[in-house]
């Protein structure tokens, strides 16, 4: 079975730092692009950031950018989300997805395959 996982959400002081991590179970994440996406309660789910299987091609949702940085670590099999100051209005749950093709535009989770459960990430003092 093909599956994302992720971890390293959590609650977390207004100003704060996560690092989010994305892994799969079932197949390689070396040859997909990957999305991070967002939901808060009573909102949409909306993109935050995406990344191609090299790596060389990245983009960042407006709301995001500067704060946010996605990496990814072939050998390790593993993308990665680091979230620096942190503020209330980031708080939702975080998924990531596996796309076979890169697409520069953040918002587009109609081209991604594989979807992870998600992981919370709570922004409070």
């Known amino acids: 079975q093909l599956q994302l996982v992720e971890s390293g959400g959590g609650l977390v002081q207004p100003g704060g730092s996560l690092r989010l991590s994305c892994a799969a179970s079932?197949?390689?994440?070396?040859?997909?692009?990957i999305g991070w996406f967002r939901q808060a309660p009573g909102k949409e789910r909306e993109g935050v950031s995406c990344?191609?299987?090299?790596?060389?091609?990245?983009n960042y949702a407006e709301s995001v950018n500067g704060r946010f940085t996605i990496s990814r670590d072939n050998a390790r099999h593993t993308v990665y989300l680091q979230m620096n100051s942190l503020k209330p209005d980031d708080t939702a749950v975080y998924y990531c997805?596996?796309?076979?093709?890169?697409?520069?535009?953040?918002?587009?989770?109609?081209?991604?395959?594989?979807w992870g459960q998600g992981t919370q990430v709570t922004v409070s003092s």
């Open positions: 997805a596996a796309a076979s093709t890169y697409t520069d535009y953040v918002h587009d989770s109609p081209a991604y395959d594989y």
């Open positions: 079932g197949f390689t994440l070396d040859y997909y692009a």
């Open positions: 990344i191609s299987s090299s790596g060389g091609s990245r």
